[in-house]
Structure formats: C-alpha cells, structure tokens
C-alpha cells in the first residue's frame, strides 16, 4: 500500500475502527509510534500520522505533516462504456484506474442489458483500494448516461472504437473522450449517428471482447 484511505484525516487528530483498525493494526500489525501515510482523496494532500493509542476496537494518531502531492497521469482519457455484465466492470475497473483513466460514464446502449444495474459506491470502493495500491491521489469519475444519443450531445468531440481502416494510435493525441461498444457492438441506428471522421478501430481481424477492447485501447492512447 502506497497509503492508507480515511476519509476524515487531515484532522489533528485521527481515530480508525472497523476497516482501517483491522487492516493497519490486526494485519499490517502497526504498533505505538509508527508513522502512516493517509490520503482522503478528496484534496491533492498526502498526510503523515503518528500512532499514538491502541485498544480493542479503535486506535488514534497525531498528524505529524501534510503535503500536496499530485499523483495523476498526464494525459486525460474519458471513457464512455457501453454498459456490460457489472461483475465484468468490477473486474476490469481497478486496472484503467491504475493507467490513469480520467472518467467513465457507463451509457445504456442499444444492445446493453436494461437490466443491468451500475453499483456506483461498490464501484468507488474498489477504485479506493486500487488508488491506495498504485499511489493515485483520486480515482476515476463515475457517472451514467440513458443512451449513447444523450452522450453524445454532451460530448460532441467523442470517438468511437468500431470497425475502422484508421488506426487508433494515429489518433491518439487528439482522443480525449472515447465511446466502446457492449457485446454486440453498435446497433446500426447508433452507427449512423456517428461523425465518420470520429472513428477508430485496431489493426486487427479479431473481434475483441468489450474490456479487452476498452484495456487495450486505453493503453494505447494514454500509456
């Protein structure tokens, strides 16, 4: 772990229970006067805090220092993700968060299951994990979208991954939002929406599964 998530540090005066107790004393085995690095995610701030009280059920420390810190890549990337199976994105989310995906919004598209149902704070929880692991200093923004029209609107400088003789790596400076497609792909009344100088696709004859199109995407453009 790169630091520990508390959304209350940055207080003088820091107490854990339940979750961070049992992770920092129980498993890391944290005792008296060891030094911990917390984030809440919410600033760009890193803070140092000192152990200071244990008993059975909490713990509490003293803040030593503050300092922002940015930890964040460079270059922004803002996914549009044709909703899939959730435990699929639950699988697949932590690793674009680790690339430095900026945002994704899941869009229900035409061939998206309606009944598929996106489980933001379960989503967050993960992401929090994630950044704790790779040193980010926020996660991903998440949002929903009805459909991929509605999407659009709002983003109207949106590529779209599809069958194309134009090559995602030719365009991956000027990609800053991209729309990939559910299982299934595009539905032919989406596909003529779309701006055809907007599309890319891989130099590839296979058809990719959606988070291996998304993965691999994103590394490209980003990484």
Known sequence: ????YDEFCGSEILEIKDEVYN?????????????????????????LYKLNFIDKKKAALNLISSEEKIVLNDNKLHLGWCVVDPKTIEK????????????????????????FKINIEKLEKILINSSSQCGRSN??????CKNLEEFM???????????????????K??????????EGGFSKNE???????????????LILRSETALISASSKIIL
């Open 92 to 115: 697949y989310i932590a690793s674009l968060n680790e690339m430095g995906v900026d945002k994704i919004t899941f869009i229900y598209a035409d061939f998206s299951q309606k009944n």
């Open 153 to 171: 609107k709002k983003n109207s400088d949106a590529y779209f991954l599809d069958f194309s003789k134009v090559c995602i790596e030719y365009k």
């Open 1 to 4: 772990m790169q630091f520990t």
């Open 173 to 182: 400076n000027e990609i800053k939002t991209l729309v990939v497609g559910c």
């Open 23 to 47: 992770y920092l004393i129980k498993a890391r085995r944290h005792k008296i006067d060891d030094e911990i690095y917390f984030r809440n995610l919410k600033d760009n701030n890193i803070y």
């Open 191 to 205: 596909r003529e929406k779309f701006n055809k100088d907007f599309i890319v696709g891989f130099n590839s004859n």
């Open 139 to 144: 996660i991903i923004k998440l949002e929903t």
